[in-house]
């Protein structure tokens, strides 16, 4: 079933034979026009924006690219360095970071079970607690894996029970 101008519209095939080769070639003509028109603005003006905006977010993908394969080769890093970087205990990485940072009183208890090193302070300043587990991250391979925190009338102070292992 072949698809013919009198099939779709009996009025437009009368009016196409009616009209002289002139007049036909100018209906083709602007046919043409109007496909070239709504090709440009369909096709041709979104793929230029396209382009503008992926060349400008180019370099900021390569950038964080970068930034997660050093992230990765630092996480490979990692996982082949000893999980004891120091050779020492628990107790004794403790007790010397915090003679460090001076927090040796502001130690409530310290305790050792399971392998894991139990810590409470009744009162220490948030921001003290969190150098202290910083430090005993990157030097001594000592994470937290418990923590209870609450907060304390005195601004910045904080009640805090930890337990940290390898």
Do not use: C, Y
């Amino acid at each position: 079933m072949a698809l013919s101008l009198h099939r779709l519209s009996p009025a437009l095939s009368a009016a196409w034979d009616r009209a002289t080769t002139r007049e036909r070639r100018m209906v083709v003509a602007a046919a043409l026009v109007v496909a070239i028109a709504a090709g440009w603005a369909w096709l041709w003006l979104p793929l230029n924006a396209d382009i503008t905006r992926l060349t400008r977010d180019v370099p900021r993908a390569q950038a964080i690219l970068a930034t997660a394969r050093e992230q990765a080769e630092a996480i490979v890093a990692l996982e082949r360095t000893p999980s004891n970087p120091k050779g020492s205990d628990l107790r004794s990485a403790v007790e010397r970071v915090l003679a460090e940072r001076k927090l040796r009183a502001a130690l409530g208890a310290l305790d050792m079970q399971d392998g894991d090193a139990r810590l409470s302070f009744p009162a220490i300043r948030f921001d003290d607690l969190v150098g202290v587990l910083d430090v005993l991250a990157r030097n001594d391979a000592l994470r937290a894996v418990a923590v209870t925190l609450t907060g304390r009338v005195e601004p910045g102070m904080v009640r805090a029970e930890l337990t940290l292992s390898r």
